[in-house]
């Protein structure tokens, strides 16, 4: 049940950054493009997202339960350090560059377009740089400790 559910969720998702723009990389690079023909649309979707999650987040911070039974696991660091700072320098210059984010990039993938397949390479391929980066840190501080 819960895949199918995660398969329906996801979904709904997928045609939701479809029909908002979000899967377009020039609308997205039009947003942020504040000093050139700045389109200001998708502030919309975002303040939207952001209205829909505040309640859904707050709803979710008093359940120890999701609706469909599993444990909540929700976000509990709060301090704004340097390797927050860094990464969202990096997603930020990533989305401007390449005008896409993770989630509209992978519902972009069911389009075949080469744009969407390129980024979600180079999507992946950060991930992989950075968990090999972590393990190594980590190692590095257990052989200190």
């Given at each position: ?7 329906i ?8 950054l479809?029909?908002s ?18 389109d200001?649309s998708l502030?919309?979707v975002?303040?939207?997202a ?31 350090d ?13 989305w401007?560059i ?5 989630g509209p990039?992978?519902a972009?993938?069911?389009?075949g ?16 740089v950075?968990?090999?980066?972590e393990?190594?840190v ?8």
């Open positions: 049940m819960n895949i199918v559910s995660a398969l969720v996801g979904l709904v998702f997928g045609i939701g479809t029909v723009g979000m899967t377009n990389p020039a609308k997205v690079q039009g947003f942020l493009d504040l000093a050139g023909n700045w200001p502030a919309f975002m303040g939207g952001i209205l829909v999650g505040l309640f859904a987040f707050r709803l979710a911070g008093k359940r120890e339960r999701s609706l469909l039974g599993e444990a909540m696991r929700l976000p509990t660091a709060t301090a704004i340097r390797r927050l700072v860094l990464g969202s320098l990096a997603f930020g210059a990533g401007g390449g005008g896409f984010c993770p990039a992978l972009s993938l069911a389009t377009s080469p744009k969407a397949l390129i980024f979600t390479g180079a999507m992946l391929a950060g991930m992989l950075f968990e090999l980066l393990r190594r980590v190692a590095s501080r257990a052989r200190t400790a």
